[in-house]
Structures are given as C-alpha cells and as structure tokens.
C-alpha cells in the first residue's frame, strides 16, 4: 500500500513538468521542419532536445516500475509504454521519437482523472495533426515526385486523411510518407469512434437519469396513493356509527 501511495505521489508530482517536457519536444521536432533554412547548430540543439525528452519519459517509466508494488503486472499492463521506450532505441529516427513520446505522453494524461475525456480526444486530435502534418511534411518535401511541399499542403492532406475523406489531390509518395499515412488513417478512424461512443454514453446516461427520476417519481406517487387510501379507510371506519347490543 506504501509503495502504491510513492507510485501515485510521484505520478502526481510528474505530471505537469512531463506535459511540458512534451510541449518542448513539440517544439524542438516543429522548428527544422517548418525553418527548412535553420543551422547545423539550431537543429543539433532540437534533437538534442527531443532526445532529452525521450530520456525524461525513459526514466519516469523506469522510476514508475520501480514504485510499483507488482512490477511484473505493471509492465504488462503498461506494455505500450515499454513499447514507446525501447522504440527509439532500435532506430534513431525522428519520427520514432515523436512517436514514442506522443504515446507516453498520451499515457500519463490518461492517468490523471481530472482530464476529461473530451479534452483528451480534443487534445490528440490537435497533436495527430499536428505531428502528422511535419511528419509526412518532413518525409515528402524533398521527394521528386512529391506534392506535399508546404505547411498548409500538409495539414490539409492531415486532415482529409484523418477524417477518412482522401480527395486525393495531395498524397505521399515515399516509404515513410505512407507509413504516416496509415498511422492517421487508424488514429482517425479510433478518434472518430472514440467521440461517437462517447456522445452515445452521454445520451445514454441522460436517459438512465431521467428514467431513474422518473421512477422515483412514480414510486413516490404510489406511496402517496396508498396513504390516501389507507387515511380514507380510516375516515370511513370513524364515520360508521357504532354497533348497539
């Protein structure tokens, strides 16, 4: 119970400087992409700064495994953020790291029960477009046959292709293009049933509520009938006259 309490402590004391180690590595990964002409200098301190936040999430991972009473039962049921820990590590690719720290972020948000749910689906909307947009941006810029070649070409494509629509008048060519391609397309269609689930839940509960009001309702009637009947009853028993022998 000890360490469940320094598990939950320390969660709640990450929390807040995690999500602002994630807005920095938005940050770091957005500025080389969008500045196509930034220095040696200004890129090798962004990824020295996404590499510092990967590292940050690494080792809260490690220091939450270590808080927990069943460890092994943590890493099982946190599998997805092992996954995002050792990922970057296998390639050092850019988009690995931006991966990985999306999910691990996206992870400890989930954890923190004053997040609604909405906010939540609002936020990874923004941070799937927004990342999906310099991703392919960054992947499809410098390809020959590309016809991504803009911020706003991107975010449209990111759009469209997050909600499933594909006009088709802007779509990646390379490898790594398609690779974020599919990874938006799954991300639209989870979000997309995410939000119908839950305005469907809202409507639902909506319902319970006024159906349990409306049984209390009832049930308060029927007790206040059956008083009037039994206060009836006794008023006809006072007014009949009494019995001579």
Not at 71 to 94: G, K, S
Not at 210 to 238: G, H, S
Request: glycine share 6%; aromatic share 8%; with cysteine.
């Amino acid at each position: 119970m000890k360490q469940q309490t320094a598990q939950g402590r320390w969660e709640q004391l990450t929390q807040r400087p995690l999500l602002a180690l994630a807005v920095a590595f938005a940050v770091a990964y957005a500025v080389p992409i969008v500045d196509n002409s930034a220095g040696h200098r200004l890129t090798a301190a962004c990824t020295v700064v996404e590499w510092v936040v990967w590292g940050t999430f690494a080792t809260d991972y490690v220091v939450r495994v270590g808080l927990a009473r069943r460890r092994r039962e943590f890493v099982r049921t946190h599998w997805m953020d092992l996954c995002a820990v050792v990922l970057p590590m296998l390639q050092p690719l850019r988009l690995l790291r931006m991966v990985s720290t999306l999910i691990l972020v996206g992870r400890r948000a989930r954890m923190a029960s004053q997040i609604q749910l909405t906010t939540y689906v609002a936020g990874a909307v923004v941070g799937l477009l927004m990342f999906g947009s310099l991703a392919v941006l960054s992947a499809e810029r410098d390809s020959p046959d590309g016809n991504i070649r803009t911020l706003g070409d991107a975010l449209w494509w990111s759009f469209t292709t997050m909600t499933t629509v594909g006009y088709g008048d802007h779509a990646p060519t390379t490898g790594l293009g398609r690779m974020v391609a599919v990874g938006l397309m799954l991300s639209g269609i989870a979000l997309l049933g995410v939000i119908t689930a839950n305005i469907a839940a809202w409507f639902i509960s909506r319902f319970e509520k006024d159906d349990v009001e409306e049984r209390r309702q009832t049930e308060a009637i029927e007790a206040l009938t059956a008083e009037v009947r039994a206060l009836r009853a006794e008023v006809a028993e006072l007014r009949e006259p009494p019995v001579r022998t």
